[in-house]
């Protein structure tokens, strides 16, 4: 029994010994997430300077580029800071798939790596690595999401115990481990005490005996140790600061409760009144994208330094995802409309051989010229980093379900054994 | 304005709002809240004397930029009842434009209301009554006689399509069909909001509005209300909703408002007045929808009395399934406690016959089955058709003929001489190592012995006593109704003398309307029910809810059911059987519908063959597509996404554990798959229209020579009941066998007797011993011989109701919808209304993480539901719920934010209202531990509780202090939409609503602060008791 979600200990390790697969020695995931969909030629695929007036429109790049620390690779103005960390970063630029008509199919796509089925519904890459590789720390979940829940980063068939626990705001902490203002310590020990004879009469080993066990592990876990994790005022404020805004934040939240032994954190990136839109920048949304990419900027570089100084770059893989990514073209008013078939996800940290860019698109970034990373693939390469078999099975019940659909880790990016 | 008898000159809008709403000026106010051709009068802007340049009151016609009737229509006064509205909804003549017809229209239905406010129709039922769309745009005409007093009156109109209030022959007032579609609106605009009177309802979202001063003599006036509601949006179509289509009006010199009705009692136009004129239309509309639902089944009850009698002929010409004698000794309320008696003291039999032998067949020959012969004889694609599972099959032998076991004849059972064989085509195990010399000889002893092998491991066979009175009513409420027995249902039930008092509140519960919505929950799970509020996307289904809701509400026989979910008629977006034919985004709908169809009515399982076929199941991938070709009514081509191409089957060497028989691009006919449950031609005389591949197939799975269906429903009910099925799992019983094949069979026809009223199997097993029966705490797993019952984990729908019930806090979210304003294609969102149980929620679908999206009260009841097990989004049909403990439960139910407001003595909470019962303690400690656990507090928690409540009790009292008072203006609370939701201040608004929920509803004043906090913790520890989470 493990009445606690994470209490699963190191998670079904199984696959790990026979493993044939390019095997990474990352312990952790942060997986950043630009819902909306990154404009990959604004960003990390820059190309010619294009132009959005209605006057003189031309398909191209909305802001110049700049060179980074990796010679040849080059990214938009606005991430000029972490162009000083392109040789810890690969920024994938060759992913694609064949969705783009809606933001929650994609986002689906995405975070599970398979289309829809009907008949299964997958788990997500976080819940995948919960199960799998469980938390570092017992007491710790293995997966706590910073952004708001839905069904594409659930845990499928694996069930709730593979789920994540969640949190909207960093000041608030997850519902459910935070005890509201009202409730003081005295107060905790009056419910205690009044619990106690409630929980008298329940016999062990009895599934009330499992609920009660789970309960106290709750009750525990609301706690001050458990949600100092939350408590930034525990960093410097130079390390506060170095992270920037709200977002940066809940970069810096993930990189404590990381170090707590959570797994894997996902972080959205969702602070759509900076520009209107958000990453979906059609229309006017463009207008005010360049706040959005240096926020994101801001937030990555110093979560990348952050990891760095602490020690824990090269056990933690940082990944940034997003639905897909936009046309270079410009529509009526400006902004950009959707493009699945090549867009950027990236990849930092992790102990992977990185290489500042993967992938090469044509001209106008809309075409892959050179190795493509289906979902898939891409999905593999993250597992694979985290040491797990992308090529093992997980249990539907009694069904076994390939742990992705036929990707394979992209080898170039694995260290060498 | 402090006198209500002020004169009307002296309450001009221009005063009110210059006063009320500094931040909009009367000039800004009179151009309505969007685009409106409001008719308003002209006012002063500063609040002047008014009424001295107000224009000349009669007539005021409104600025028609439309092209409009100029004529009043043609009401006959003769057709109006008096004291009733004739409610006239018209199909025909109305233009796909956004425009007023240039006639008009003529009724196509009739009905009648009482007032003229409206916010839903009747719905419209065809087919055997299930809901179905009426044209859009539709026309409403409401017409009636009011009777309204002289004077110079306030006349309000507001609604979501565009409409127009006619007073004796003369439009008074319009307002405009809907704005376009807009992301961005600014939030701000709501200030321009009407406000007309300190009591005045401001407009909910989503309505346009406009007034006007009208001089009226004393007397009978015609009002005719005309609304287009639906109407073009683009290429597509508004929802055809009303939101508040109101026509109010203030009479002079007052400043409240009134609904027009052509009734005597008065319906004040506030927002407590609309509230409970809206709760009682409801339920109104509610019988008269039945009622309608009612006439149009009977359009059909010619034919199904035709089922009926086929159903009793064919009862009578098969075998009937003896009720066995009850052992002795054996307690008995019905037969189902002889089935299971039976069971029982056979098995006692069977233990102490295996004791007579050397060897024990569970610990010594079961591994070596196991081991050696399992991996080829199981399931349905066993060798040889021979499945090693049980002592029957084993009996029974080979499809050849060839004898396996023989008791006491070890050279007689192919079993043991298979294994000595030396003939290499002969000997088992076929390939891999022989039986070792010791394997064999316990074989050959354990069938000289007589091959004893008890049906199951040794269990206990010891029956437990009936359960207390307390625990049963706890039980049994929460089995029907899906929510714990209220303070009065304890009561009446304590004090009914009556020896049938259990039978009679089983009655009574099943006769309940909320036993509806405890099977809400199940049939969403097992029918995959998926609507999604924004953009279908994720393998979405229409809102078939509402289908399921009426279903269950009129108790509809299974079979009938059954048939209108495969006919899949009616509305598609709102509720009918036709939103289940709908699978967004998936390559073949049909075939995941088939899989759904095949697990929940005949406990065939198929998920495999949608692609392939599986190695565990018998059913191939034809089968499903077979099935799906029926329900599509149409031939289907096999897509390559459906299927698993033949160098991936092969890659890695080894032999695929799959097969693929069936070649994408082949075409599959609609043919019945399941012939071995049923012939295809019983469809031929059972059908309603043979012709119909849907009507033949709901006509297969539902006759009465299909034995299939009738058992698997009765097992899914026994399942829900007893905690375990009589086959496990119960959407696959190629998995499974059944402990009590007997019972099955019995409950079955009895199913099919009762002419598939699931109340009735539902009353058998209520009323029987064995459901009764005292629980043992310290089980894990439910016996299968049913001895005793154990606290089963409730569901997430019935923790969550039944919190609310228990503690009578008022289940208060958001509307289910990011349109409330509905200015979205009826295609792109839906509105799943205000939802009242559990599982009238949904996943929040917040996938663009944008927080002006939230929705965060549903979010935090989600958040528990989905912590037990419940699914905000139903991609896959689900039987069995993931009821494993996890910390999640247990933390946010003590700490999240609905443990949170349940836990908080505010002003609305049952307990609040008890905690200020004058009362000894004594007294107030059992009624909490009623209320909430359905059961008296035992000496020690008695002891415990008085002392954390004792000190203070006598002072508990407390007056508030007096409210200060509001410097605020008065002000619509601002709503964030689709529509605006991409405007900055949106993200504000909702981050407010979001720390408002987290913060929950002001405590009451009415307790003293100290005794308040230990009565709230007395409250959060009866409701965090692991026992709530259980039956007893």
Redesign the interface.
């Known amino acids: 029994m493990a009445p606690l979600a994470w209490r699963l200990g190191l998670g079904n390790q199984s696959g790990l010994a026979q493993a044939t697969f390019p095997k990474g020695k990352a312990e952790h995931c942060i997986f950043i997430w630009l819902g909306g969909g990154m404009s990959q030629i604004d960003t990390f695929d820059p190309k010619d300077l294009g132009d959005n007036r209605s006057s003189s429109k031309k398909a191209g790049s909305f802001y110049p580029s700049i060179e980074t620390a990796v010679p040849g690779v080059r990214v938009c103005e606005h991430l000029k800071h972490t162009a000083k960390w392109m040789e810890q970063v690969t920024a994938v630029r060759s992913v694609t798939h064949k969705v783009i008509d809606e933001h929650a199919f994609a986002t689906n796509l995405v975070h599970t790596g398979r289309m829809i089925s009907g008949n299964v519904v997958y788990p997500s890459i976080g819940s995948i690595i919960a199960h799998e590789r469980g938390a570092a720390d017992p007491s710790v979940p293995a997966y706590i999401l910073v952004g708001y829940p839905n069904v594409s980063r659930g845990p499928g068939f694996l069930g709730t115990k593979d789920g994540y626990i969640y949190l909207v705001d960093t000041k608030t902490g997850p519902n459910g481990f935070t005890r509201p203002a009202d409730v003081t310590e005295e107060r905790i020990q009056r419910r205690k005490k009044l619990l106690e004879p409630l929980q008298a009469e329940i016999p062990p080993k009895s599934g009330l005996a499992d609920y009660e066990e789970a309960q106290k592990e709750a009750l525990r876990l609301a706690g001050p140790k458990f949600m100092r994790h939350f408590n930034l005022e525990e960093e410097s404020s130079t390390t506060r600061e170095s992270y920037g805004g709200e977002f940066g934040q809940r970069c810096l939240t993930a990189r404590r409760l990381v170090q707590a032994g959570v797994r894997f954190v996902e972080v959205s990136h969702n602070l759509n009144f900076l520009n209107g839109s958000g990453w979906d920048i059609h229309n006017e949304g463009i207008r005010n994208q360049h706040l959005l990419i240096q926020e994101l900027d801001t937030a990555l570089a110093g979560l990348i330094a952050d990891l760095k100084r602490t020690g824990m770059l090269d056990k933690t893989l940082v990944v940034v995802g997003t639905e897909f990514g936009r046309p270079a073209e410009f529509d009526g008013k400006g902004g950009r409309g959707h493009q699945g078939t090549a867009f950027s996800m990236v990849l930092a940290g992790g102990g992977l051989r990185h290489c500042g860019a993967y992938g090469t698109t044509d001209e106008l970034s809309k075409k892959i010229v050179e190795k493509p990373v289906t979902l898939p693939d891409f999905h593999a390469t993250v597992l694979a980093a985290l040491g797990i078999d992308p090529k093992k099975d997980l249990m539907d019940g009694s069904r076994p379900v390939p742990i992705t659909q036929d990707g394979t880790p992209i080898a170039d990016l694995m260290p060498q054994a | 304005m402090k006198s209500p008898t002020i004169r009307l000159s002296q309450i001009t809008p221009a005063l009110l709002l210059a006063s009320i709403l500094p931040l909009a000026t009367a000039a800004t106010l009179q151009k309505g809240a969007e685009p409106s051709t409001n008719p308003t009068p002209t006012n002063d802007a500063a609040g002047n004397d008014v009424a001295s340049t107000l224009p000349p009151p009669q007539p005021l016609l409104p600025k028609l930029t439309e092209p409009k009737v100029s004529s009043a229509p043609p009401v006959d006064r003769a057709t109006l009842s008096p004291g009733k509205i004739r409610l006239e909804l018209c199909f025909k003549g109305l233009s796909e434009k956004n425009t007023w017809p240039t006639t008009h229209p003529v009724a196509d239905e009739v009905h009648e209301a009482a007032a003229f406010g409206f916010f839903e129709l009747p719905h419209l039922y065809v087919d055997t009554g299930v809901r179905a769309d009426r044209p859009n745009p539709l026309f409403v005409r409401a017409s009636a006689i009011v009777n309204i007093p002289a004077g110079r009156h306030r006349f309000l109109l507001r609604g979501r399509g565009a409409s127009c209030l006619f007073v004796d022959g003369k439009p008074i007032l319009t307002t405009p069909f809907p704005p376009p579609e807009s992301d ?1 609106r600014p939030v701000t605009v709501q200030n321009q909001f009407l406000d007309l009177g300190p009591t005045f309802r401001f407009a909910p979202p989503g309505n346009r509005e406009s007034w006007c001063e009208v001089e009226i003599e004393s007397g009978e006036h015609l009002v005719i209300l005309e609304t287009i509601i639906g109407g073009v949006r683009g290429k597509g179509h508004n929802r055809p909703e009303l939101g508040e289509t109101v026509a109010a009006f203030s009479p002079e010199g007052s400043y409240d408002w009134k609904i027009l009705t052509p009734e005597k009692t008065e319906i004040p136009y506030t927002d407590a007045g609309w509230e409970k004129y809206r709760e009682q239309t409801e339920n109104e509309l509610a019988a008269s929808n039945a009622k309608h639902r009612a006439e149009a089944r009977n359009q059909s009850s010619e034919y199904w009395a035709r089922r009926r009698k086929h159903a009793t002929e064919w009862l009578s010409s098969t075998k009937e399934e003896p009720v066995p004698a009850l052992p002795p000794n054996t307690p008995s309320l019905n037969p189902i406690d002889h089935f299971i008696g039976a069971k029982i003291a056979a098995f006692a039999s069977q233990l102490s016959e295996a004791k007579s032998g050397s060897i024990d067949f569970y610990t010594q020959i079961q591994p070596i089955l196991e081991a050696r012969c399992r991996d080829c004889h199981q399931g349905g694609k066993a060798k040889g058709g021979l499945r090693l599972d049980n002592l029957a099959t084993l009996l029974k032998g080979a499809k050849s003929g060839e004898p396996v076991l023989v008791p006491s004849a070890p050279e007689k059972s192919g079993l043991f001489t298979r294994t000595k064989s030396t003939d290499p085509d002969e000997v088992m195990p076929p390939k891999g190592d022989r039986l070792t010399p010791k394997e064999s000889a316990l074989l050959e002893t354990w069938i000289k012995e007589g091959a004893h092998w008890p049906e199951f491991p040794p269990l206990p066979t010891e029956y437990t006593a009936l359960c207390s009175d307390l625990e049963f009513l706890r039980r049994v409420t929460l089995d029907t109704v899906g929510v714990v027995p209220t303070p009065a249902e304890i009561e009446a039930f304590q004090k009914d003398t009556n020896p049938n008092r259990r039978a009679k509140v089983v009655d009574r519960l099943l006769a309940d309307p909320r036993s509806a919505d405890h099977w809400m929950g199940y049939w969403q799970d097992v029918l ?1 029910e998926n609507p ?1 509020i ?2 279908p ?3 979405n289904s229409g809102p078939f809810r509402w289908w399921i809701q009426e279903s269950l509400l009129d108790q509809k026989p299974l079979d009938l059911m059954v048939t209108e979910l495969i006919r899949m008629k009616g509305s598609e977006r709102f509720g009918g059987p036709a939103g289940f034919g709908v ?1 967004s ?2 390559d073949v ?1 049909m075939a ?1 519908k088939g ?1 759904i169809v095949s697990a929940a009515f005949l406990g065939v399982e198929m ?2 063959a ?1 692609c392939h076929d ?1 190695p ?1 199941h018998s059913y191939k991938q034809e089968q499903l597509f077979q099935l799906a070709a029926q329900l599509g009514a149409q031939p289907i081509k096999v897509p390559s ?1 459906s299927s698993v191409p033949m160098d ?1 089957l092969h890659s890695g060497g080894r032999k695929p ?1 799959i097969e693929v028989t069936l070649k994408p691009d082949t075409l599959v006919q609609p043919t019945w798959p399941f012939s071995d449950f049923v012939k295809d031609n019983v469809a031929d005389s059972v059908a309603e229209q043979p012709e119909d591949p849907r009507d033949r197939l709901a006509s297969l799975i539902t006759a009465p020579e299909n034995e299939r269906f009738a058992q698997v429903m009765v097992n899914r009910i026994w399942a829900r009941l007893m905690g375990r099925g009589i086959v496990e799992p119960v959407a696959d019983w190629e ?1 499974g066998t059944p402990t009590h094949p007997e019972l099955l069979r019995w409950l079955g026809r009895e199913l099919v007797r009762s002419g598939y009223q699931t109340t009735h199997i539902t009353k058998l097993i209520l009323n029987s011993h064995a459901y009764q029966r005292a629980s043992i ?4 797993e439910v016996n299968p011989l049913y001895t005793t019952p ?2 089963r ?1 409730l569901t997430a729908e019935q923790i969550v109701d039944s919190l609310f019930t228990a503690t009578e806090k008022p289940f208060r979210t958001e509307e289910a919808s990011l349109d409330i304003d509905g200015i979205r294609d009826l295609s792109t969102s839906i509105s799943l209304g205000q939802p009242r149980k559990a599982w009238m929620l949904t ?10 999206l ?1 929705l965060p009260r549903i ?2 009841v ?2 528990v539901l ?2 037990f ?1 419940w ?3 139903r ?2 049909p689900s039987s069995i719920r ?1 009821h ?14 609905m ?2 407001w349940l836990t908080t003595l505010t002003d609305d909470h049952g307990i609040t209202a008890l905690a200020l019962k004058k009362q000894p303690l004594n007294q107030l400690l059992d009624s909490l531990f009623l209320k909430l656990l359905t059961r008296l507090p ?1 000496d ?2 008695r002891k ?2 008085t002392e ?1 409540l004792a000190p203070g009790y006598e002072d508990r009292f407390s007056s508030p202090k007096p409210a200060a008072t509001p410097v605020e203006p008065r002000r619509p609370a601002y709503y964030v939409s689709w529509s605006n939701h ?3 201040d949106a ?2 608004v909702r981050q407010k609503q ?1 720390a408002e929920a ?1 913060k929950g509803d002001p405590v009451t004043p009415w307790l003293e602060t100290s005794w308040r ?2 009565l709230e ?2 409250v ?3 409701l ?4 709530f ?2 039956t007893p």
């Open positions: 961005n995959a999604n924004l953009n996307t994720l393998n699978a985004q998936n709908p995941a899989t998920k495999c949608r599986a565990a996404t991936k554990l998995r705490k310290a089980r894990r154990i606290p984990r996943s929040t679908s917040n996938e663009r993480d944008r927080p002006s939230s979010q935090a989600t958040d989905s912590a097990g699914r905000g989004s991609q896959d993931d494993a403990p996890n910390s999640l439960q247990p933390a946010v139910l003590s700490n999240g934010i443990g949170t035992s020690v928690e415990t509780y954390v991409l405007d900055p993200t504000i979001e987290r906090l230990r913790d007395v959060w520890t009866l965090n008791a692991p026992e989470v259980f």
